[in-house]
């Protein structure tokens, strides 16, 4: 196992610049997910640890060894990418046992390697099938088995459940979760679904355009948002955002709607009187009113069993709140919604930072 760190590193493809300057700390042992929306660089920089993209700018360690000008096979990694990479002319065992046999291993200690991580992922009863006779899930844990068997230092995981169905992704995520806990090997993880990322990390980088926007725990992430990009992307679902003008006056703070709705600021925010803001809530975090808050139109309503899904709309804005309890709110009426004030959130509606 080893730690992985990203200094200053940059990717360029001709004169378009994919990433700026990335720095990342990966310790030994952890699962870190990087995320963000397709064509963020993830992919790319995860492509970079790898072996398999130039580094244009910065440097890459992997463990002790700076790895800028090491070809793949001596990085001692291992990738598990989106679309499964088997040989379809081979069994699962010589899929498995293929990467081995060209670094010239026995044949007992190929056996053992194979027979082990066959056990591990539930393989050993389909060693001599084909990769056409077993299904997406069967096929990922083949390709999962693939590198496990190389024990390498760190493991790379190139969106590899994309391809499955949603129930079987939902499966697949806590097969990886528990097989890192039952290995420990280092984990780099790229995923565009923040649930993913929010489920299966240790530590998640949201990404966005070739930059970091945040990185932290999944619960840092989620109640610490440090912009409005970060708050938006991480939650499902995302939080609802209302633009607002910032009043401060006799020690108190209230954000103004357009529509002249006063809603208290949530505590501990930071602005200026008269700043132009906006007011963040996640929809579990908005409450039913008697009177004040926030008039909203019912648009939809999506009753899931374990709780009420409401699609609201106020002033052209979109409102979703989450309720616990059942609710039966005809479309076209009209509900007033609290927001938490210790868990709501305010931004700059310019810079989009958290004002704190």
Request: net charge neutral.
């Amino acid at each position: 196992m080893a730690s992985v760190t990203i200094r200053a590193v940059k990717k360029n493809f001709g004169d378009v610049s994919i990433l700026h300057g990335v720095d990342i700390d990966i310790r030994d042992g952890s699962f870190t997910v990087l995320v963000g929306p397709s064509g963020c660089g993830k992919s790319t920089l995860l492509r970079m640890i790898a072996g398999l993209e130039e580094i244009n700018g910065g440097e890459i360690r992997i463990g002790e060894r700076r790895v800028n000008d090491l070809p793949p096979k001596e990085r001692d990694i291992a990738m598990v990418f989106q679309n499964y990479a088997l040989y379809p002319h081979m069994t699962v065992r010589d899929n498995m046992a293929f990467a081995l046999a060209l670094a010239r291993m026995d044949k007992k200690t190929i056996d053992a390697k194979v027979g082990r991580a066959a056990e591990i992922l539930a393989l050993a009863p389909l060693l001599e099938r084909y990769p056409r006779q077993l299904s997406g899930g069967q096929r990922q844990r083949v390709a999962m088995g693939r590198a496990i068997v190389r024990d390498p230092q760190v493991f790379l995981f190139d969106e590899p459940l994309s391809n499955l169905d949603a129930k079987l992704r939902v499966a697949m995520r806590s097969e990886i979760k528990e097989l890192h806990q039952r290995l420990g090997t280092t984990s780099i993880y790229v995923t565009h679904d923040q649930i993913e990322a929010m489920t299966m990390g240790d530590k998640i980088v949201v990404m966005r355009d070739g930059r970091i926007e945040q990185t932290g725990s999944p619960l840092e992430l989620y109640d610490h948002p440090a912009n409005q990009f970060v708050a938006g992307f991480i939650g499902s679902p995302s939080m609802n955002f209302l633009p607002g003008t910032l009043r401060r006056q006799g020690g108190e703070a209230r954000v103004e709607l357009a529509d002249g709705t006063q809603l208290a600021a949530p505590l501990h925010a930071g602005g200026s009187d008269g700043q132009a803001v906006v007011y963040g809530t996640r929809p579990e975090h908005l409450m039913l009113a008697e009177s004040g808050g926030i008039p909203s139109r019912v648009v939809v309503m999506e009753p899931t069993g374990m709780d009420t899904f409401v699609a609201c709309r106020h002033e052209g804005a979109e409102l979703s709140a989450v309720f616990r309890e059942r609710h039966d709110f005809a479309p076209g009426s009209t509900i007033r919604l609290q927001p938490d004030l210790e868990r709501a959130h305010l931004f700059d509606a310019g810079t989009g930072q958290r004002l704190v």
